[in-house]
């Protein structure tokens, strides 16, 4: 019964460059959440999807960053033209259904910007 | 605005004695409150839940108490066991959406 899965676990990037996140949900699951932790912060919710849907991004930077759940495939948080600042480890977590609030984490991935 | 605090970022116990971890929030749309615990290189993991109809909810040797009027809720553990040594992070939800508000998390230490 695997978890979530998420891939990389590390990535290192030098500035300008994309970053690509992967994240696998639970099987049966097919709402995404992502979110973004800083060094000694909490998590930040940055995006909610559904399949083929991006339901609500309100915590997702205007600009460099966009997601996706295509219908078949792992969900891509995508980093364009990455500065230091995007420096974090991002975690993906599901949820079986809408207005389910127990979500299941991934590993994260650990982002590093040269 | 921070809506989700956890003013204590450490907290150190003994082995056997209770954990007390505590949350204050300020939307009063939250409805719905959770804490997980987050072990190094690893993603959170759920521990317990309450939803704002109750004001406690028991899990074994977890308790989360809910005070709406003082917008507070807390995580009492025991016995404490070292191997409860981790993050503990906790979130708020609203609404049918479903995506949670964290706080930046209190490190808890229990020593043998």
């Known amino acids: 019964n695997a978890g979530v899965m998420q891939n990389p676990r590390h990535l290192v990037r030098r500035r300008g460059q994309e970053a690509r996140l992967r994240c696998s949900p639970m099987?049966?699951?097919?709402?995404v959440y992502w979110y973004r932790q800083l060094p000694e912060e909490g998590l930040k919710f940055m995006v909610y999807?559904?399949?083929?849907?991006?339901?609500?991004e309100s915590g997702m930077p205007k600009e460099r960053f966009s997601a996706e759940f295509p219908k078949e495939g792992p969900s891509i948080l995508r980093i364009q033209q990455v500065v230091r600042g995007d420096s974090a480890a991002y975690f993906c977590?599901?949820?079986?259904?809408?207005?389910?609030?127990?979500?299941?984490f991934g590993p994260g991935t650990r982002l590093t910007v040269l | 605005d921070q809506q989700v605090k956890q003013n204590s970022p450490s907290l150190s116990v003994q082995e056997g004695r209770i954990s007390i971890l505590n949350c204050d929030y300020t939307n009063s749309m939250f409805d719905y409150f959770l804490w997980y615990k987050k072990y190094p290189a690893e993603g959170p993991t759920f521990l317990i839940s309450?939803?704002?109809?109750?004001d406690k909810n028991e899990d074994g040797r977890f308790t989360v108490f809910l005070n709406k009027s003082a917008k507070h809720l807390s995580l009492h553990i025991v016995p404490s066991q070292p191997g409860d040594s981790a993050v503990y992070f906790c979130a708020a939800s609203g609404g049918m959406q479903g995506k949670s508000t964290f706080g930046d998390g209190t490190t808890l230490t229990v020593k043998p």
């Open positions: 099987k049966g699951h097919s709402h």
């Open positions: 309450i939803s704002s109809i109750k």
């Open positions: 977590a599901s949820s079986p259904w809408p207005g389910t609030y127990e979500q299941f």
């Open positions: 999807l559904q399949k083929e849907n991006i339901i609500d």
